[in-house]
């Protein structure tokens, strides 16, 4: 891939470069704590890296990091795994989250929006009544610090309101979407044991109610530990028997008492997919949270009070938790429960603009989805509040970065991000202060040391490696749940570059400070030695109109061959005809490489994804390697079970 000197897509003015937060921290960090005061980003992230401990140091300073008790250094063991951050120091996360209540109590802190696209405010003191009431009710119940509360919740404020009367007694919060079926939540769930448990008695989508009372029956059985269940009635249902009502739980008017943790004291507990066996239950702490979300949304995202930041998430992908911290910066949060596409396609665009959302964040799947359906938002709304549209979940397509600047605006900082539930937070991606390059993340983030690694650890600069992280960063998990002696967590990053973590995608790092995410490295595609992630393909072949999605898969063979087919999933009406097969080869022969022109094109009645919305690869690998369904896959991981028969009997007719 060329990576020289292209022309930026977007430019920063010099106004918006002087009035971001990141350059006013700049200056503060150089007047009291050495940071270079010129060379803009590019010498403020080599500062950041080669002075770790004074960099997150003067991000607590800027920030206002209340310690209730002082730490005795920034980093102890700086080791990975394991490295101790703040050693000593005691806080507490939801305190640091409801601190806008003491000067803004009657302005929005949440928007909740549902699928009749009405907005309902909650202010910052009603947000903080209510985590005072439940956070004395939890503690009435008997939880205590280190106890883990569940929520089977859809994206509503009551979802936030658990989650931060839980982390305000000590608790350890985890959550799922109420779409996830009984067995997918007990995979999860049951791992942790938690004692209390939130449901809703069903939620809707697509303009129809889905009713979960049986499902929440199911959890009730196969949850042993729970000491108590809190009924909130979205559909409007009487709460089941023995189940605690929400509103009489947060009636009080009560204070709220934050308990006052050590920095690592886990704050809560996120799943990786879990696509091959059970998912992975990674705790994440208090402390690492608080201080790489200030840093992630307060720097490179440039939130502060007078912003409105809308994500479209649920509760069982780690964006929610992200967005949830938006609270830290005094930002007003917007809150969507509902279908990303209804009543339209353009559905999330109308959201950003009823509620004014200054930040929207949504995935690369959408933003191509509207260039297909021909959405025209900057022509038909008024979209005028938005300084940054971010995309995550899979990276951004070249295309998807043109569609963004013809269809919503010409001035508009585009930030494709890429990081990981397993740090809650983005490796690389936005800078308000740097040019925007088609098809490029901006720069790695403050304090993480990105690299590009060969299989012998040398660095590389444009040229495709293994995403490596050679220091540590705070929300890196403290430990796996279940894992007594660590070897999970050390087998899952530490395996391959002992004490660096390894994530398992392929990056380039350009000479200009950029980032190409090229997909996952575990299934790349290996062509007589030349490697490509399958991100590039899915860019390639997902342009032709007839394709409304696509799987690319490198299979080695018992004898030493090497098969390597593309699924395309056609859109209504489409044909797989010779003509299109024609297509698709001369596509990714001319923009790619011949060498990936795959051996098969096969029609497939639809791509399976995980629950949080990525392409399965790796499984999908396994059935077509001849693993048996039920020990290639966790069934409970997948959107549409039904669709991994296919590849099964694929494999089958190839035996």
């Known amino acids: 891939m060329s990576t020289v000197n292209p022309q930026p897509l977007w430019q920063p003015d010099p106004q918006r470069i002087a009035k971001a937060r990141i350059t006013r921290f700049q200056t503060w960090a150089a007047e009291h704590h050495g940071a270079p005061s010129d060379g803009g980003y590019a010498a403020l992230h080599r500062w950041s890296v080669d002075e770790l401990d004074t960099f997150w140091k003067a991000v607590t300073e800027w920030f206002d990091v209340r310690f209730s008790t002082p730490c005795t250094r920034v980093l102890g063991d700086r080791s990975m795994p394991g490295a101790q951050w703040f050693p000593g120091a005691t806080l507490n996360y939801a305190e640091h989250a409801l601190r806008a209540a003491a000067v803004r109590a009657d302005e929005p802190a949440l928007l909740y929006v549902d699928e009749t696209h009405t907005s309902t405010p909650v202010t910052w003191a009603e947000l903080r009544r209510q985590v005072g009431s439940l956070a004395a009710g939890l503690r009435a119940l008997g939880v205590r610090p280190g106890d883990r509360v569940s929520g089977y919740l859809p994206n509503i404020p009551q979802a936030v309101v658990a989650l931060l009367a839980t982390a305000a007694v000590g608790g350890v919060w985890t959550s799922c979407a109420p779409d996830f079926g009984a067995r997918s ?35 009730r059985r196969d949850l042993p530990t729970l000491r108590a269940v809190v009924h909130i009635p979205l559909l409007g249902t009487e709460a089941p028997e023995g189940a605690l009502e929400w509103d009489a739980l947060t009636a009080a008017d009560t204070e709220p008492v934050f308990e006052q943790v050590p920095f690592d004291h886990p704050l809560w507990v996120l799943y990786s997919s879990g696509t091959t066996g059970l998912p992975k239950a990674i705790v994440q702490s208090q402390g690492g949270i608080l201080v790489e979300h200030l840093k992630q949304l307060g720097l490179h995202c440039d939130l502060g009070p007078e912003d409105r930041f809308f994500w479209y998430t649920s509760t069982g992908w780690m964006m929610w938790n992200f967005l949830v911290s938006g609270l830290l910066s005094g930002t007003t949060i917007v809150l969507y429960d509902g279908s990303p596409g209804f009543p339209a396609t353009d559905a999330q665009w109308r959201i950003a603009e009823r509620t004014g959302a200054t930040l929207f964040g949504t995935s690369a799947a959408y933003v191509m989805a509207c260039r297909k359906a021909d959405v025209h938002p900057g022509r038909d709304l008024d979209l005028s509040r938005i300084q940054c549209v971010a995309t995550t979940g899979s990276p951004l397509p070249p295309d998807g970065f043109r569609w963004l600047h013809d269809q ?35 720069a790695p983030g403050l304090g993480t040391d990105l690299q590009s690694w060969d299989p012998s650890g040398e660095p590389l600069t444009d040229e495709v490696g293994e995403l490596v992280v050679t220091n540590p960063m705070p929300s890196m998990p403290v430990r796996f749940w279940n894992d007594p002696d660590g070897s999970r967590y050390h087998d899952s990053y530490f395996d391959t570059y002992p004490g660096v973590w390894r994530h398992g995608d392929w990056i380039t790092l350009t000479s200009r400070g950029s980032v190409v995410i090229h997909g996952r490295s575990d299934s790349t595609l290996n062509r007589q030695g030349v490697r490509m992630g399958s991100a590039d393909i899915y860019e390639a072949v997902e342009r032709l109109p007839e394709i409304r999605e696509s799987l690319v898969i490198g299979v080695e063979q018992p004898d030493g061959g090497y098969w390597m087919p593309l699924f395309v999933h056609l859109v209504p009406g489409a044909a797989l005809d010779e003509a299109l097969r024609t297509r698709i080869k001369q596509t990714i022969r001319e923009q790619l490489s011949p060498r990936h022109v795959p051996d098969e094109i096969i029609e497939v009645p639809g791509v399976p994804h995980t629950l949080t919305g990525k392409r399965i690869e790796v499984p999908v690998k396994r059935l077509l390697q001849g693993t048996p ?27």
């Open 185 to 219: 939540v007990l995979d999860r769930f049951q791992q942790v044991e938690p004692v209390v448990l939130f449901t809703v008695d069903g939620y809707r989508y697509g303009g129809k109610e889905h009713d979960r009372r049986d499902t929440v029956a199911e959890l």
């Open 408 to 442: 919503v605006r010409e001035d508009l900082w585009i930030a494709s991000v890429s990081g990981g539930t397993d740090v809650c937070s983005c490796f690389a991606g936005a800078v308000p202060t740097l040019p925007v390059y088609i098809g490029e993340l901006q």
């Open 629 to 655: 369904l039920e020990k290639a896959v966790n069934p409970g991981s997948i959107d549409n079970l039904d669709l991994l028969h296919f590849y099964e009997d694929l494999a089958r007719k190839r035996a």
